[in-house]
């Protein structure tokens, strides 16, 4: 029988260990900062961000001493207000992103590793056809022609991005199906379900999760610049893609608006970029992703 | 060898096709009537339709997707609503630019990213590799508009340095090239650290130095040679990487290239140059891959095909 304290002491080594990687530390503490300010965005900023206010337009950046933190806009909304409502759209749009084309692409790869022959060359060429339009090309055309609108970016994002999941699994379950411990499944009749879940599944979960990290930045990325090309996210809702393509008309004059909302998507797409290496070397040292 | 090149050919003549039909039918059934973006506000009824017979919308989709490629075998590509010119003119007018600064942009992450890579993985785990990987991470993460402007409102309007925007002397390649190669030189300095590492671990390393060699010979001599195949992979990443990218940079610096067309185009609803521009690309980037594979075979003898 296994010490059932002897596999709590394991976990907490392995917390312990992960707590001692930098990268995985500092950014962890940048998204929970950015998840804190996109739940408590209404405590945070007293400012209404689509409350537009044309006697206090393109205010700059008053720091503590002034109403407005990072100034306003051309139409006078404050911009802190609308970057904490922007990590809302952002964060929200990335996870869900990531979470369907991560169902979908982990699905098929299940289905192509394990049956393997006529199943799989079908969803590999389908793969291949989809790699060879480039992402942001590929959703450029498709959001252009049904409309900016947040159902629809994520809808046309997760589509786009079910490929990468879908090779790793493939690949994975090929090398697991080798391997004798699923011979011995079968042998004493697990059911298909079961070895899919437990015996598949189960040994997949930490590559998984490095890829979803990883993803996670390049959707978030890929979001902000849809929606900077003003074929993503509608421009009623405040997003940090849309709100650079605001501040340009006022580059010359207004260098904030247009720097602070570009910051944001660098510093998330930063911090979850650190994590994510920091869960590739953590989790897989020979580092070969 | 010549079987593989014959099958690989069949099967992107196959991807092109479905290519083809999944982009013909996509615009189609989606929302908007290029006739009516075509025509002014006060058009009639009638003459919208009129329009639609004279452009062949009206007809049955599979009647259209027959025109189509009909047009396509004898390599016709069609006629632009929005330009009302050959669709390959148009393309053919624009795409110059576009490789001219994808291919500025390729040189500057190769000539910067490979030297980053490779002293990333000589000097891996110390402040070296740490730099050179922070830059790495950097490049990956930046929003390539925002950085776009970020050079802008640095040297355009604080020192004026470069031309903000447009397209003529090489003061205008400047800043649009060093955007789009943040990137690609990130992919490229990353991809070539980890190639090296693998290298530096081979046999042959280890008897190179055995037998005396300088440090900085092993690594040019017996490194560098054999860090061939993993570049060839990264360049051909990029050519994708470095077309997705040029959208965004046309559109941050006006430059007239495949980029800010292909935004006219779907605002437009140009089916043809839509169709042809989706066509051209993954032709471009199927191409590549192929050439790739091959020249994997021509520099380590011991791949077979």
Not at chain 2, 114 to 129: N, T
Not at chain 2, 137 to 163: A, D, E, R, T
Request: charged share 15%; net charge positive.
């Amino acid at each position: 029988m296994l010490d059932n304290r002897k596999v709590i002491s394991e976990r907490k080594k392995k917390i312990q260990r992960i707590l001692r990687n930098p990268r995985i530390v500092w950014g962890g503490l940048v998204i929970v900062v950015l998840l804190f300010g996109a739940v408590f965005a209404p405590y945070l900023s007293s400012k209404d961000p689509l409350k537009q206010n044309l006697l206090s337009r393109l205010m700059a950046p008053q720091g503590f001493s002034g109403p407005h933190l990072l100034g306003t806009d051309s139409l006078g909304r404050d911009i802190f207000s609308r970057i904490l409502y922007g990590a809302r759209i952002s964060l929200t749009v990335g996870f869900l992103t990531v979470i369907i084309s991560g169902v979908i692409g982990v699905m098929l790869g299940l289905f192509a590793g394990y049956y393997k022959g006529k199943t799989d060359s079908i969803l590999s060429r389908a793969a291949d056809i989809q790699l060879s339009i480039p992402v942001i090309i590929m959703a450029i055309v498709l959001l252009a022609m049904v409309g900016p609108s947040v159902f629809n970016i994520i809808m046309v994002m997760a589509i786009s991005r079910w490929m990468l999941y879908f090779r790793l699994v493939r690949s994975l379950v090929f090398s697991l199906m080798a391997s004798p411990m699923i011979d011995a499944a079968r042998v004493i009749g697990v059911s298909r379900r079961r070895l899919f879940v437990k015996h598949l599944l189960a040994n997949l979960w930490t590559p998984i999760i490095v890829v979803t990290t990883q993803q996670m930045a390049q959707i978030i990325l890929l979001e902000a610049t849809l929606s900077f090309l003003g074929v993503g996210i509608p421009p009623s809702v405040p997003s940090w893609g849309m709100m650079v393509s605001q501040g340009r008309n006022y580059i010359e004059t207004a260098w904030w608006v247009i720097t602070f909302p570009g910051l944001a998507i660098f510093v998330a797409t930063l911090a979850i970029n650190f994590v994510g290496d920091g869960l590739r070397d953590f989790l897989d040292p020979r580092r070969r992703f | 060898m010549t079987l593989y090149i014959l099958k690989r050919l069949g099967q992107a003549l196959v991807a092109m096709f479905v290519v083809a039909l999944a982009v013909f039918l996509l615009i189609r059934w989606a929302p908007g009537d290029p006739a009516r973006l075509m025509l002014p506000e006060t058009a009639s009824k009638e003459e919208v339709e009129a329009l639609r017979v004279r452009l062949g919308l009206d007809r049955p989709l599979p009647v259209q997707f027959g025109w189509f490629l009909k047009d396509l075998v004898n390599l016709d590509l069609g006629t632009s609503f929005f330009y009302n010119r050959p669709v390959a003119e148009i393309i053919g007018l624009h795409f110059p630019r576009t490789a001219l600064l994808g291919g500025v942009s390729l040189v500057l992450s190769l000539v910067i990213g490979i030297p980053l890579g490779i002293i990333a993985a000589v000097k891996e785990g110390r402040l070296a590799d740490f730099v050179a990987m922070g830059f790495a991470v950097i490049g990956q993460s930046v929003p390539i508009f925002w950085l776009g402007f970020m050079l802008v409102l640095v040297f355009s309007i604080k020192f004026h340095w470069f031309p903000t925007s447009g397209t003529g002397t090489w003061q205008h390649l400047v800043l649009p090239a060093t955007t789009l190669s943040a990137f690609t030189m990130a992919l490229i300095s990353r991809l070539v650290r980890s190639g090296m590492l693998d290298i530096l671990g081979e046999d042959y390393i280890r008897t190179a130095r055995a037998k005396g060699l300088s440090e900085a010979l092993v690594i040019l001599r017996h490194g560098f040679r054999n860090l061939m195949i993993p570049v060839v992979t990264v360049v051909g990443m990029s050519v994708g990487v470095l077309l997705a990218g040029s959208v965004v940079t046309e559109a941050v610096f006006a430059w007239p290239g495949v980029g800010l067309m292909i935004m006219t185009a779907v605002s437009a609803r140009d089916y043809p140059l839509i169709q042809a521009f989706t066509l051209f690309v993954a032709f471009v980037v199927i191409c590549v891959n192929l050439i790739v594979d091959l020249l994997y075979v021509y520099l380590d003898p011991r791949i077979r095909l």
